[in-house]
T-cell receptor, first 112, second 117 residues
């Protein structure tokens, strides 16, 4: 089955700096790669996603890049703000009838 | 619009007692349904998923079971809880899109924080 590795497990950045979280996946047939943000005590919520036919997607301060050849994808957050502090999960999905496989999460702390 | 209900929000149960967590989805039909568990400070571990009524796939062998008696209802159960069953349980749903039946965003319920004492 699919396996998703996520790094780093914790990340601290100064407010205004950029943050990058990286994930690798094992199954080259995976075609959907969402990123979720989970604030303390709350449910994970989608912040951005990308499909395998696209190399990069951007939404304001958040961007995701995908390298299908290397089987890795990354989340980029620019101009970080204290409210970006949360746990971020990457995930990969093989097909409609298989479940999302999540990475172990990255705890991002933005220091004011 | 679609909504997902998961209850209870918190639960404290003694070791050896049974468990039943319920999740229902409104506003969509034939969703894929999932149960995830999150131990304190840890990642999201997939427990069960279902692509249709009565169809349950188990990812992790343990003393938990799941059932889908109706299209939009997913139940997580245990006959005898263990201390290691403590955690944050999340139900989620997604639907397929397009001719190629691709998966889309998974929406999570509010979660149930289970403490086994």
């Amino acid at each position: 089955g699919e396996n998703v590795e996520q790094h780093p497990s914790t990340l601290s950045v100064q407010e205004g700096d950029s943050a990058v979280i990286k994930c690798t996946y094992s199954d080259s047939a995976s075609n959907y790669f969402p990123w979720y943000k989970q604030e303390l005590g709350k449910r994970p919520q989608l912040i951005i996603d990308i499909r395998s036919n696209v190399g990069e997607k951007k939404d304001q301060r958040i961007a995701v890049t995908l390298n299908k050849t290397a089987k890795h994808f990354s989340l980029h957050i620019t101009e970080t703000q204290p409210e970006d502090s949360a746990v971020y999960f990457c995930a990969a999905d093989l097909s409609g009838n298989t479940p999302l496989v999540f990475g172990k999460g990255t705890r991002l702390s933005v220091i004011a | 619009s679609q909504t997902i209900h998961q209850w209870p929000a918190t639960l404290v149960q003694p070791v050896g007692s049974p468990l039943s967590l319920e999740c229902t989805v409104e506003g969509t039909s034939n969703p894929n349904l999932y149960w995830y568990r999150q131990a304190a400070g840890r990642g999201l571990q997939l427990l069960f998923y279902s692509v249709g009524i009565g169809q349950i796939s188990s990812e992790v062998p343990q003393n938990l079971s799941a059932s889908r008696p109706q299209d939009r209802q997913f139940i997580l159960s245990s006959k005898k809880l263990l201390l290691s069953d403590s955690g944050f349980y999340l139900c989620a749903w997604s639907v397929l899109t397009g001719d190629f039946r691709l998966n889309t965003e998974a929406f999570f319920g509010q979660g149930t924080r289970l403490t086994v004492v």
